[in-house]
């Protein structure tokens, strides 16, 4: 049987779930018992306000926790469970108003919006100068909402929740009479002191319907947040027994948008005998409580710290401290894990230049940085598990050392860097295949040096854009076997087998392959093999489970750090999609499937 030569697509591919730890938490400070927000107003001062439940805002300036607070009303709060002092925002052009808005419940348990002005000092409220401009009794302790923020219109929206109890008994969701489980939106900067209602707003004209409202159906929006580049809603509305779920409102909306609550919980029906869904908005994504039990609303990433986040919208859960991104993928909402933190998560942050913080109640309380991790992940560039294998081709994710969008592919021979990216392993340059950076996601595809080792681990780092990532050591293996599914077998004359063009018994067959390992007739690291280059350790091929024909194993003629292996369909093979793989000693490849005639 000839061999193939051709190019292999380099496919631009993302870690799975499992294998994700896509970020590090670096502390910022401690000691901020029950975090509940974290602001920072756009004064130039480069200041971060921790709003603490017990009805304390502190201020965290220069690198340092101010022993003073900005500001204290735990005289006007009882604080515990999901009451206390539950959220703040800076109106625009806060360096020339001094004064800020915050919500929290009062000591009968109602909720209260209020402003406040700053006092001669900068870093000191002055505590007699509230004033009150919204009030609402809430019938139950719990899902009392909390959030505030101005949007891009200038208007204050506030989240509040359905009233709390279990299933919301009041229907507080769905009527429209009450501010109760409702995005609200509000003038509060045109006069002062003064709460008006946009006559903008959605059922400004409705009778019995409360001016206030500007979107409904919400169970408990305790975080939102808007884009700061597009302008679009964000609100994370915490579920009730099964759900966690995602609204996201675009900003061209005239609101008035139904989610759903209490008729649905995410994208399920709550009420199975009532459940008309007509007319609502359905979430954009949600995720079961076998994930977690309580989502923290977070931020689109608009930093530039941790370039794979761009335009991910960060979020995570209160009960399993999993923080996640979620992406649109050509309009499919796709979320992946980017850290299992082992955090009470309470509340994200954003700063000025877009980077994001997180609170931490357990303990003492704490507040975090979101960065991008500073080693590089690496994994078989065929299956994607962690590991790296001798002369195999692999793939490192990496964060700030692609600094130009877009795929820039080597000539062969391969060289050590390309557009001065570089890796090594052990110390040792390892061949450049590929770099990217799409989407801000980036990724340098190399082959293993031959020298690298077969058991322990590989050191690699990662140079270019003027940086080097912290070294990372990765599980080595003497082999790890993968097959490219984007090249799945082709058969003697070349062709990709489809189930329109099948193999037939008897036929030869090959794939391409990654972790097949060391091989005799080795060529130089970054070369193409002068002829035969089979491998030193066994590859079988199963078909259905059952070794067949292997004719070779080795190199694949023309690619580097790829390898082919051919094989011949028995007679006695069945007709129809049947499974395949490949094995090395104990260790099995992921399946394939092949259509046989």
């Known amino acids: 049987m000839r061999f193939k030569y051709a190019v292999l697509p380099i496919c631009i591919l993302l870690l799975s779930e499992a294998q994700a730890q896509e970020i590090l938490l670096q502390p910022v400070t401690s000691g901020l018992a029950g975090p509940t927000d974290i602001q920072f ?102 899902h009392n909402g909390g959030g505030l923020a101005f949007g891009p219109d200038g208007f204050l929206y506030a989240g509040l929740g359905d009233g709390g109890s279990g299933g919301d008994p009041l229907g507080n969701g769905q009527n429209l009479g009450t501010l109760l489980g409702k995005m609200l939106r509000v003038d509060v900067e045109s006069t002062p002191g003064t709460l008006r209602i946009p006559p903008s707003n959605p059922f400004v004209s409705r009778s019995g319907a409360r001016g206030e409202i500007w979107a409904y159906g919400l169970r408990n929006p305790w975080r939102f947040s808007f884009d700061r ?13 099964s759900y966690e ?64 986040l761009r335009g991910d919208y960060v979020y995570g859960d209160y009960c399993s401290g999993r923080i996640w991104a979620l992406s649109d993928n050509a309009g499919v909402w796709t979320s992946r894990v980017l850290l299992e933190s082992g ?54 994710f990496v964060t700030g050392i692609v600094a130009t969008p877009g795929i820039t592919f080597a000539t062969q021979p391969l060289p050590q860097s390309i557009g001065g990216v570089s890796v090594t392993v052990n110390n040792v340059p390892a061949p450049v295949v590929a770099i990217a950076n799409v989407n801000g996601v980036e990724q340098v595809n190399f082959q293993a040096p031959f020298e690298s080792p077969i058991s322990g681990n590989a050191t690699i780092t990662v140079s270019g854009a003027g940086a080097t990532t912290a070294a990372n050591d990765i599980a ?122």
């Open 229 to 241: 580049q597009t302008g679009d809603l964000w609100i994370a509305d915490v579920g009730q027994d």
């Open 41 to 142: 107003p756009d004064d130039g001062s480069g200041r971060m306000f921790v709003v603490q439940q017990s009805g304390l805002i502190r201020i965290f300036p220069n690198g340092a926790l101010r022993d003073q607070p900005f500001l204290d009303i735990r005289s006007k709060t009882a604080a515990g469970g999901e009451r206390g002092l539950l959220g703040l925002a800076f109106p625009p052009n806060y360096a020339a108003k001094q004064r800020f808005y915050v919500n929290y419940t009062d000591l009968n348990g109602d909720t209260v919006i209020s402003t406040f002005r700053v006092s001669s000092d900068p870093n000191v409220t002055d505590s007699s100068s509230e004033t009150i401009l919204l009030t609402q009794k809430q019938p139950f302790p719990n």
């Open 476 to 597: 080595a293996f003497a082999f790890q076997p993968a097959i490219y599914s984007n090249a799945t077998v082709h058969n003697a004359t070349y062709t990709l087998v489809t189930s329109s063009s099948p193999l037939t018994r008897g036929e030869y067959a090959f794939l391409y392959a990654s972790g097949l390992g060391r091989v005799n007739n080795q060529p130089p690291n970054g070369q193409t093999n002068s002829g035969l280059a089979a491998t030193l350790n066994t590859v079988e091929v199963l078909l259905n489970g059952a070794p067949i024909e292997v004719e070779y194993a080795g190199l694949a003629p023309g690619l580097p750090g790829v390898y082919q292996v051919n094989f011949r369909i028995p007679q006695s093979a069945q007709s129809g999609q049947q499974p395949l793989r490949l094995r090395m000693g104990s260790t099995l490849s992921s399946e394939v499937s092949v259509p046989i005639q």
């Open 343 to 396: 955090r009470s998560i309470t509340v994200f942050g954003q700063d000025r230049s877009g980077e994001i913080y997180l609170g931490d109640a357990a303990g003492a309380g704490s507040i975090w940085r979101i960065a991008g991790s500073t080693a590089p992940e690496v994994v078989n560039a065929a299956s994607f598990l962690p590991g790296l294998t001798p002369g195999s081709l692999a793939t490192a």
């Open 245 to 308: 779920e995602i609204d996201r409102q675009p900003a061209s909306s005239a609101g008035g948008e139904n989610y759903g609550w209490n008729i649905t919980e995410g994208l399920h029906c709550y009420q199975a005998q009532t459940c008309a869904t007509a007319g609502l908005t359905p979430p954009i994504f949600e995720y079961p409580h076998t994930l977690g039990c309580s989502i923290t609303g977070g931020f689109v990433y608009r930093g530039t710290k941790s370039p794979r």
